[in-house]
């Protein structure tokens, strides 16, 4: 056989190997989570990465110290009670965008660290 031939078709076997680990992983990841969180589980992904099919565009102007001193003691205290008061304190500078507001004043929401409003206040990617 081709040693170029032979050398191509183990890469693909491997390339094919890895891609079924990676599938069987994030599966069995994606099991755990959803036993261990149950039906928060959608909610909590919502908190983190928003609605990836409407971005929001977020005005530099909204980081107030008040805004940046909210979300930075919910980040370190992983407590968001005050998520509704982020949501007055963008709004009084001016911030409008409602899917920010509403993402805070969901009563029923869930936040985690890494909740994509926090995460835009506090500048971090």
Not at 93 to 119: N, S
């Amino acid at each position: 056989m081709n040693p170029v031939l032979m050398t191509t078709s183990m890469m693909t076997l491997s390339a094919v190997q890895n891609n079924r680990n990676l599938l069987s992983n994030t599966g069995a990841a994606w099991s755990f989570a959803s036993r261990h969180v149950g039906d928060k589980f959608p909610t909590i992904l919502h908190c983190l990465f928003g609605n990836p099919f409407r971005p929001v565009a977020f005005d530099p102007n909204w980081r107030t110290s008040t805004a940046i001193g909210l979300a930075q003691t919910m980040y370190d205290a992983r407590d968001f009670g005050a998520m509704p008061i982020l949501a007055d304190a963008l709004q009084d500078a001016g911030g409008e965008d409602a899917a920010i507001l509403d993402h805070c004043r969901d009563a029923a929401g869930v936040h985690v660290r890494g909740c994509w409003v926090v995460d835009l206040v506090l500048g971090k990617s």
